[in-house]
């Protein structure tokens, strides 16, 4: 199982939450009512944009649209999207911050 650790935001204490099989991280952070924020959910307004500080390895690589916006918000390779990210099968650790929206898509 993968934990799946979010760090407190100004909006919301940490949360920890387990997952048992391959999940959208989106799915996660609903269920663990965890301190990151989602406006589109599709990948459009980097609203829930993430750095992952451990554990990277448990999340796969972003698919083309997520990519793309990165790139376009010239986001570093350990930020992601929480409403793109899938979290792996596996035994490990991931601990994520929330970053909110880039101003330029706010």
């Known amino acids: 199982m ?10 919301s204490p940490a949360q920890t939450v ?4 391959r ?8 269920e663990a009512r ?19 500080l451990e554990g990277s390895r448990w999340i796969e690589p972003p698919e083309v649209e997520e990519s793309e916006l990165l790139t376009t918000i010239l986001a ?11 979290v792996r099968d596996g035994s490990g650790v991931v601990r994520l911050r929330w970053l909110g929206p880039t101003r330029s898509h706010a």
């Open 2 to 11: 993968i934990v799946v650790h979010f760090s407190e935001s100004s909006t």
């Open 18 to 21: 387990e997952a048992e099989e």
């Open 23 to 30: 999940v959208p991280l989106v799915d996660l952070c609903d």
């Open 34 to 52: 965890a301190p990151v924020g989602f406006g589109c959910r599709t990948a459009r307004c980097t609203t829930c944009r993430v750095e992952i």
């Open 76 to 86: 570093p390779p350990n930020v992601r999207l929480a409403c793109q990210a899938i």
